[in-house]
Nanobody
Framework: QVQLVESGGGLVQPGGSLKLSCAAS????????ISWFRHTPGKEREFVAR????????SYAASVKGRFTVSRDNAKTTVYLQMNSLKPEDTAVYYC??????????????WGQGTQVTVSS
């Protein structure tokens, strides 16, 4: 069972940038697609971005496409989410997830504890 730990959240002004990290407890290599989701109170967890095990293929939600970039460093067992041009509506707890597929949170078996991102002036 892989354990995931997110870091890098914080408070940023609109238009600013943050880079989130998701560190895995074991080499993920080709084994796991890693996805990022976000959650705000009263809403379902929302798919944000996904990177395949090889790192060659990525997918993004329409709301973040062109602003966010997901990447992975398998040597460091870490997946990153670079977030640029942040908007107040990006405020949420961000989670990384593994052991699943697609855009539905219920499809994933392993989750980190989440990291808070707040976009506010």
């Amino acid at each position: 069972q892989v354990q995931l730990v997110e870091s890098g959240g914080g408070l940023v002004q609109p238009g600013g940038s943050l880079k989130l990290s998701c560190a895995a407890s074991e080499p993920t290599g080709e084994r796991y697609t890693i996805s990022w989701f976000r959650h705000t109170p009263g809403k379902e967890r929302e798919f944000v971005a996904r990177v395949t095990g090889s790192g060659r293929d990525t997918s993004y939600a329409a709301s973040v496409k062109g602003r966010f970039t997901v990447s992975r460093d398998n040597a460091k067992t870490t997946v990153y989410l670079q977030m640029n041009s942040l908007k107040p509506e990006d405020t949420a707890v961000y989670y990384c997830a593994a052991g699943g597929w697609g855009d539905q949170a219920n499809n994933y078996d392993y989750w980190g504890q989440g990291t808070q991102v707040t976009v506010s002036s």
